[in-house]
């Protein structure tokens, strides 16, 4: 017998934040849907660092960038609804990261990384492997 185990949006809570204009820029660069002219970027599970400014937005993987949330949808008005708090599957990775890695950094298109140095209250609860970069990761 196998188990299949899920994690996904246990302990969920989310709230809506300006997305900062570089990360709408890049949004609209890497994410418009050519039929609609709309960024979609639901379900892609993009992580955010929180800006100085309040805002969120992409990071560049420093420790000036630590995992805050991810974006669960993206309205065209340059508002966001993320995910703050859970479990959260499919979460894009830079690199293979392991198991219990607390130190979460998010780069410039969304992705988390393990920066060393950046203290982190976000952990990797199922890793991400160098064939899928994709991991589970709990928001705290």
Same mark, same amino acid.
């Given at each position: 017998?196998?188990?299949?185990?899920?994690?996904?949006?246990?302990?969920?809570? $989310?709230?809506? #934040?300006?997305?900062?204009?570089?990360?709408? @820029?890049?949004?609209?660069?890497?994410?418009?849907? $050519? $039929?609609?002219?709309?960024?979609?970027?639901?379900?892609?599970? !993009?992580?955010?660092? !929180?800006?100085?400014?309040?805002?969120? &937005? #992409?990071?560049?993987? @420093?420790? *000036?960038? /630590?995992? #805050? &949330?991810?974006?669960? %949808?993206?309205?065209?008005?340059?508002?966001? *609804?993320?995910? @703050?708090? =859970?479990?959260?599957? =499919?979460? /894009? %990775?830079?690199?293979?990261?392991?198991?219990?890695?607390? @130190? !979460? $950094?998010?780069?410039?298109?969304?992705?988390?990384?393990?920066? *060393?140095?950046?203290?982190?209250?976000?952990?990797?609860?199922? /890793?991400?492997?160098?064939?899928? !970069?994709?991991?589970?990761?709990?928001?705290?």
């Amino acid at each position: 017998m196998s188990k299949i185990l899920g994690y996904d949006e246990i302990g969920y809570v $989310a709230a809506t #934040f300006k997305v900062d204009s570089t990360t709408i @820029t890049a949004l609209k660069t890497n994410h418009l849907d $050519a $039929a609609t002219q709309k960024v979609d970027v639901n379900g892609k599970n !993009l992580a955010v660092t !929180l800006k100085s400014t309040g805002e969120v &937005g #992409f990071g560049d993987g @420093t420790t *000036a960038s /630590p995992l #805050f &949330g991810i974006i669960i %949808t993206y309205e065209q008005d340059g508002y966001a *609804a993320v995910m @703050t708090n =859970g479990y959260k599957e =499919g979460v /894009p %990775t830079a690199a293979a990261i392991n198991a219990g890695v607390t @130190t !979460l $950094a998010v780069n410039s298109s969304g992705a988390v990384a393990s920066v *060393a140095s950046t203290p982190g209250n976000s952990v990797v609860v199922q /890793p991400s492997t160098s064939d899928n !970069l994709e991991a589970t990761v709990l928001l705290k």
